[in-house]
C-alpha cells in the first residue's frame, strides 16, 4: 500500500485524492494547501488524511512514497524537485513544467535516485483516446494524414500562462501519444485581447511524413466545443468528446488520385461508405491513470506519460510561444 | 432590359443563367461552353438562350451589356480583359484573378472604360451575413475581438489551385465586409497529401486593434462543417450555416477583468446570459447579387463587392500561398 | 412511350410532372389546372406540354395512357372514375379517397377493366426505407417490438382534412410496407384548436404479435420534426429523415430477461454495443417511382403501393378518425 | 434543526440523504435499508448517521421529525402511514402510492395529526420548469393548445411496475404543477414485450378549454429522449432537458385563421420570428426541493407538492392503466 501526499486541493486535487485515496494499492496520507477552506473541506471529507499548510511536511514525510503535484505550473518544478531530492516519485500537473531545463533536470534527478515521474496527461487513458491508438496501430485509419483539434470555451482560468499552455497540452500529449513519429517543427498565431496573454491561439505541427496538426484554442468562444478531426489514407474519425455516447465516429470516406492524368483532367474519386461509432469503455481516466502509476511504482514499470512525454509537450508549448511573438515564424524542435 | 453573355456552364454556371434570365431587368442572351453537353442541356432549358462554343462570339456581341465569366480562376484574367477591351461590363467569379497585377489591370481597365466589375462574393448577400453586419454595425457586438472560421468537407474539386484558393474566398470576401479595418499580415499552413497542392491549410489574417482571423479549409474531412464564431467585447456569436433555421445565434455572454489587481490574484468574472436566433431574411443571395450589379450598372451604382474588394481577397490569398511554402512566416500586405 | 395527363399543378404536381415528362419510358401530354396562373407556369417551363382547365380533356384524351390525380383527396374517388372508365391507368395522391367504399370501387372498376391504380406511397421508394425493409427481411432487427413516428411541424396546409389525413398516410404506407401483418385495431386522440379539424392528434395502431405502432402528427410545433424510432429483439434504430447524412442510426442495444427469477429479483440485462450509419441509396424516391409505374402497365406487373395498399391506409385513417371522436376508444378493422 | 430518518439507500437515497443532510435547518439521524452493504456505505460517507435494518427504528425514533420514504412505490402506503401515524412528517418518493385509496387514507391521517406529506415530484424545483411556469403565469406563452412529452431510454429498472408508472409521473406532476385546470379524462394505450408490464406506452391527457397533454414512455429505446413541446397561442417551446445549456427555447412561432372565408379558401398566416433560449437558474432541484420541505414544516407553509397534488398523479396513473387494459377507452377522472 503507497502512500500519496497530495500538494495543492485547488480545481483539480480533490479528485487527485480521491483517486490516489480510492486506489486498490495506494492512500492519501497527507494533503497540502494553503488555502485553511480548503484543508477544511479535506478534514469534513477525509478525516482519516493529515493536513498541512507547508509543503515541506509532505516532501520530507518519512512515510510519503509518492508526491502529487497539483499546483500552478510555475510551482511544479520547485516543488517536484524538492519531492525527487527527498526520494518521492512524483505525480504532477500538466504542463510538466515551464520550459525544457526544468524538465530536463528533473528528469535527470529522477533518473539518478531511481524514481517514477508521471505526467497527468488523463486523456491518454480515457476510452476515446484508447480506440483511436487501436485504430491507428491495426491499420484502420490507413496512413495518417492529419490531426485538427478544437477545444474552445468560455474561460479565462489561468493568470500565469496563455491559452496555449492551457488547453493545448490536452491536445500535444494525445498526439505524442498518437503518432508514432515527433514533431519537427511548429507555427503559432494568436493575440491578446485582455489580461496580458494569449486568449486565443492557433497551432500547427509538422510531422514527418506529411503528417499535420492543428490545435486551435480560445478562452472567449461563447460555446464549449471539444472536437478532434483525424484523417486517414483509408478511413476518417471524429471525436467529439463533449457527445455523452457515440464520442467516436469512423467514417468509411475518402479521395483516390488517378496518376495518370494531365493535370487539368485528373480523374478524382471519392469513397463514402458506412458511418461507425464505436462502444468505447467506460472508465474513470484519473482511476486508471493513477492506478498505473501505482503499479509503476510497485513494479518498476514505464509509463507512456513519463516525464520524457511531459518534457516533449513542454518543448512544444515553447515553441509555440515563440513563433507567437514571431507572428507564425516556425520553430524547429 | 440588360443583355448577359455567360461563359462557363459547369458547377456553377446554372445558377448565374437563370438569375440574370428571370432578373426583373436583364435577360440572358447567350451562354458560352466548350462543353457541347453543356450547350444541349442550355438548349433544352431555355430554347431561347443562344449558345456557342467560342468565347469570343460573346465578348464582341454587339447586343450584349454584362459578361459573366463563370470558369476556372486561372481563365479570369484573360476573358475579363476581353470583355472589358469590348465595352462589357464583367460578373467574375471568386477567386477574381490569378494574383494581383491582374487584378490591378482589369481594375484600370474598367476605370477607363467606365464600366463595372463585380466579383462573386455571394455570402455578402446572405441574410446571415447581412445581419452579422448589422451586429457590427449597431454596436451588438461591441469591440471586435475575433473572427474563426472553419470550412471544411470531403471534395477535391478543384485541380489548378489549392484548398485555400477553393474555400477561403468565402471568408477572406466575408471578413473583408465585416471588418472595418483592412488585414495587415498573414500567417499560414498546410500540407499537401494528393495532387501537389494543399489540401488542408490554416490561415490567420491580422487586423489593427488586435482583431485576429483565422479560417480552417480542409479538402479531406469526414463531415461538412461551415461554422465561424465572431467573438466581441459586448456579446458573441455562432453562425452555422449548415443549420436549416437559427443559422446565427448571438450569445449574451462575457469575461470581465478587474485590472486594479495583482497578477496572481485577477478578478475576473464571466457574463452568462439568454441566447438569441434573429430571424433571418430567406432570399436567394445569389439572386439578390445579380439583381444589384444590374441596378449598379442601370444606374452607376457601386456595389461593395467591386473590382477593388476581389482584389484585396486575392491579395490575401497570394500572401497565405506564400506563407504557406515558409511553414508560417508572416507575410505583410 | 406511354403518355401520361397530369391534373393539378398545386403544390406536388410539379413534381410529379418533372418526372412523369423525363422518365425514360414516359412523357406528360397535357396539365389539367383550373388556376391560368399555373397553366401558364405549364407552358413556360414546358412549352411541348399542352394544358387546359377541364380534366374531361385529360381523362378522355385518346392518346393518353395514364392519368395522375394530384389534387385534393376529396376529389380522388370522381377523377380516379372518371380516368378509370375512359380506359386510363391511375397513379393518384395519397391518401388514395376519402373513404373505404371509394376505394373499393375504384379498385373493383380497375380489376374489371385491366387498368393499374398506384398509390403516391412515395416514401416506400427512398434509400431510407429501402434500407429498414431490408434489416427486417434479413433479421437484423430481430423480432419487431414496435415503430414509433413523430411527424411535427408548423403548417395547416390543408382545409378540409384534419391533421392525421394530411401527415399520418406517410407512416401508415411505411408501417404497411414494413411489418409483414396487417393492422388490427386503431386508437387515436386529438384536439381541434383552430379550424375545427384536428391540428394535433396521436394514433396507435395494434398488429398481431404484440407489435404496436404509434403516431405523433402536431401542425402547430414549432421546430420540425421528422424522427422514427424502431424496436426490434435484437437491435433498434432512429430514422431521423432529417439528417443530410446518417439518417438511419442503428444500435446493437437490448434487453434480456431471465424468466426463471421471481417477480422482484428478476435479472435484467442491457447489451450495449456499437452504433452504425449504413450508407443509403440516393435516388429521387419519386423519379423511382414513377419509372416504376410505368414499368408496372407495361410490363402488366403489381406494384407494392397499388390500390389495396391505398385502401388499407385510407381504412386505417377512417378507424383514427372514428376512434379521435370517441376519445381513443378503440375500432377494430 | 429537525432531524430526518431515511428509509431506502438505493439508486435515489443517496442523493435525498445528502440533501437534508447537508441542508441548512436539518440533519439526517438514521437511515434504514434491508442490505447490509448499503449501510456500510452509509457509515463509510457518513460516520455520523446511524443505521438500521428494520425501519420500525426510523419510524418509532422520538427524536425524528420527518421520514423520508425512498423505497418501491408498493411499500410507500405501509411506511408512510406508520410514519404518520408515529407524529412524523412525510416525505416520499414518487409515485405516492399505488392507488388513490392508499392516497385518500394517508393525506386524512396526516390532515388528522397536524402533519405534512410532500411527494418527490422533483422535476417542479427545476429552473427550466420554474421558468415555463413563468412563461404562462405572465402569458408570455398565451392561452395554451397542448403539452407534448417524450422520455424513453434503454432501461426497465422496475419490476413491480409498468413504464407508465416509472416515468409519467415526471411529466404528470409537471403538468399538474403548470396546468391551471385540473384533469378531465385519460386514454392511454401501450404494449408488454418482456415482463408482464407495459414496456412502452402512450398517453392523452384531455383537459379543459381544448388543452391536451400526450405522453410517450418507452423502455425500449436505443436513444435517450427527454424532449417536451408546449404550444400556445403566441408562443411555443421546446424543451430539452438533456441540453447542457439553452434547454428551453422559445420561439415566436403561429399561426393565425381568418375567419371569415369559405373553408375551402381559408386564409392561413404563420407568423416565424426569433427564438430565444434564457439563461436558467442553476440549482440543484432536490435541494431546494428538501430545503422547501423543511421550510414547510418548520413554518407551517403549505408546498405544491403535497400530498393533494401526489394523489391526483396517482389518479392519472390509475385511469392510464385501466385505459391501457382496455385499448385506449378513455376514462374520466
Known sequence: MLKVGVVGYG???PNIVRNFHLGPDSRVEMVCDKSPDMLRRVNKTYPDIKTTSNCMDVVT?????IVAVVTPVWTHYDLAKKA?????H?????PFTSNIEQADELIELAQKNNLQIMVDHTFLYTGAVRK??????DGTLGELYYYDSTRVNLGLFQHDINVLWDLAPHDLSIMDYLIDSRAEAISATGQKHLNGHEDIAFMTVYFPNKVIAHINVNWLSPVKVRTTLIGGKKKM???NDLEADEKIKVYDKGVRINDNNTVYDLL?????GDMWAPQLERIEALKAETDHFVDCVNNNKKSVNDGHAGRRVVQMLQAAS???QNRGEAVRL
Do not use: A, C, M
Open 237 to 239: 474519425l471524429v471525436w
Open 268 to 272: 478524382v474519386s471519392y469513397r463514402s
Open 84 to 88: 525527487l531530492s527527498n526520494g518521492k
Open 61 to 65: 514525510s518519512p512515510t510519503i512514497d
Open 132 to 137: 483511436i491508438r487501436q485504430f491507428i496501430e
Open 90 to 94: 512524483v505525480f504532477v500537473e500538466k
Open 11 to 13: 480545481y483539480w486535487g
Open 322 to 324: 515563440e513563433s507567437v
